[in-house]
């Protein structure tokens, strides 16, 4: 079906009625695009809006302030649909501060729900015989002017998700699952939108970091710093100036010339040409720095691993029975943190799930019985 051209907000005056269109819907659908594979420090290139009748792309790389848009989105008269909203959530909070209320999840829906196929490309042509193009889901959205083909793109992302939510809605209310939805919906609102700095202990997240030698690991540590420092000043993503692999390598390889430089796997001449000599000055800092070892975690309580196991052989249990995974029934924070507090009674147990109370009506005595099976 040609649908018509969507409307893109480039100039303050223009967003300002967007904001007043918007508050005057009692329903509108969002999505964001960022430029996390194109950037050291991914920002929000796009936000999309779409009401029953119009779509609209708001640039904010173009706009000087977007905070009309914040009454929007903490407005709870105003229901925003996200698909997978998480990630939409912490970009818009880290950017612009913006908070959060009467949220639906179309992703969050179809799990809870049971579906398996729960993107967004496999929902849009399942239920309305629509297909992504998925040459653009690496596109770079910082990229000015955008091509009109990533704006028919983009705003395919919230323009059918009003009548998805609709569908999903009824289906919910049909099983009975409303009250549980809004659960979710409530606990994603509250995500926060800090994202750490890279810290020189985050080598340890590269794959395979552990099983260094104490010698290699601190050479690792000085070459993690360089790669933070290179990606900084050319203003692009960790991986695309050095790959974890390659600096795993050069850490074990340990070369001291750039005719060793240039036998460890994974250098290209494009590196060496750019990168061989610092990298050499981080191995030799490493190797000034001494051996480095791994942090220790700290064992957890027997008495907490056996609860945090049966937890888990009910949650599965249930879940099985109601057909969804395993974190509908109970997500991870919950399911961690009744192992630690162990609420010994219906009251502490309460109190525990507060924000939850579909799942303390429905599970309560049960997860009560198996943490004292527990002890």
Known sequence: MQ????????????????????????????????????????????????TPSQDYLVDPLALVDLSALAPIFANPKIEKIFHAAEYDLICLKRDFGFEFKALFDTMLAARILGRTEIGLGSMLESDFEVTLDKRFQRANWGERPLPRELMA?????????????????????????????????????????????HRPGDCWRIRGAGELAPDQAGILMELCRYRDQAARAANRPLFKIISDLTLLNLAEACPRSLEQLREVRGMTQRMLERHGRGLLAAVERGLRAGPVYPPRAVRPDDRFLERLDRLRT???????????????????????????????????????????????????????KVLVKSG
């Open 3 to 50: 649908l018509p051209d969507p409307i893109f907000i480039s100039r303050q005056a223009a967003l300002e009625r967007l904001a007043r269109q918007l508050a005057s819907e009692p329903i509108i659908a969002v999505d964001t695009e960022s430029n996390s594979l194109y950037a050291y420090q991914e920002q929000v290139c796009l936000v999309q809006f779409s």
């Open 153 to 197: 793109y983009a705003r395919l992302d919230t323009h059918y998700l009003i009548a998805l939510r609709n569908r999903l809605r009824d289906e919910l209310f049909a099983k009975g699952l409303w009250a549980l939805a809004v659960e979710d919906f409530t606990r994603i609102c509250r995500v926060n939108g800090r994202t750490p700095d």
């Open 314 to 368: 009910w949650r599965k249990v249930t879940a099985q029975k109601m057909g969804v995974n395993s974190d509908v029934v109970l997500p991870r924070d919950l399911l961690y943190g009744l192992a630690e507090h162990n609420p010994a009674h219906a009251e502490q147990l309460a109190d525990f799930l507060r924000e939850t109370p579909w799942r303390l009506e429905h599970f309560g005595e049960q997860i009560l």
